[in-house]
């Protein structure tokens, strides 16, 4: 089921040390406002919860990941693992996620979404960006509808530009489509998601890299203010 509804606002950051993504960033959410884009790393953001991109087995041994392990401590590898172990049977999919504690002051959750299955997966020619996206974001509303106004900032870096091989443009587009979803619809379920953005994104390999493509809800859902 997806719920149609209004949110609280979420301050957003995108940061990277690739220019290249963060130039795309620039172009792709020209037109969206209460971004923040900037280029950097996500261990300078005070925010209250940052976004890595993992695989499904929650290893932190590569990219974005092993630079978040070194700076929180092995213990957030722990965590994340254990969630995963306890939510997934200990493989965590592509289009979900897990919202652990992280341990510090700022930032207060770390988010673990996969955009591979193994670790230095090349992902360039799927979807896995997107779906992790939209997966990383949809767990802020299920974590808030837990504890309401535990996350109001956020910040991610480049899903899948670096480990994963995608294009900048690419990797801006697809992280544009996961976020519009958070703001119109909440996704009780992860399979519900999945395969909403599968089913409306499946033919994008062939649209020109500059298209993004807003996902519309499925219509037969139950959606409402």
Request: charged share 25%; hydrophobic share 40%; net charge neutral.
């Amino acid at each position: 089921m997806t719920v149609n509804r209004m949110q609280s606002p979420l301050r957003v950051v995108l940061t990277d040390i690739n220019t290249k993504v963060v130039e795309a960033w620039r172009a792709a959410f020209a037109d969206t406002p209460g971004i923040e884009i900037r280029k950097g790393s996500i261990l300078d953001e005070d925010v209250d919860a940052w976004v890595t991109p993992t695989n499904s087995r929650g290893r932190m041994d590569g990219g974005v990941d092993a630079v978040i392990k070194r700076h929180l401590g092995a213990g957030i590898q722990l965590r994340v693992q254990r969630a995963i172990r306890d939510q997934f049977a200990g493989s965590l999919p592509v289009g979900a996620a897990v919202c652990v504690p992280s341990g510090a002051v700022a930032p207060k959750f770390l988010i673990s979404t996969p955009t591979m299955e193994t670790s230095s997966e090349n992902v360039r020619e799927t979807l896995n960006v997107a779906l992790a996206c939209a997966a990383a974001f949809q767990t802020i509303h299920r974590q808030n509808k837990e504890k309401p106004g535990s996350i109001r900032s956020v910040a991610l870096v480049g899903m899948g530009a670096q480990t994963g091989r995608v294009p900048a443009r690419v990797c801006a587009n697809l992280m544009w489509t996961g976020y519009t979803l958070f703001n119109d619809y909440y996704f009780e379920d992860y399979d519900d998601l999945r395969s909403t953005v599968i089913g409306q994104l499946d033919d994008i390999e062939n649209a020109p890299a500059e298209q993004r493509v807003r996902i519309e809800p499925p219509k037969d859902s139950d959606s409402r203010r």
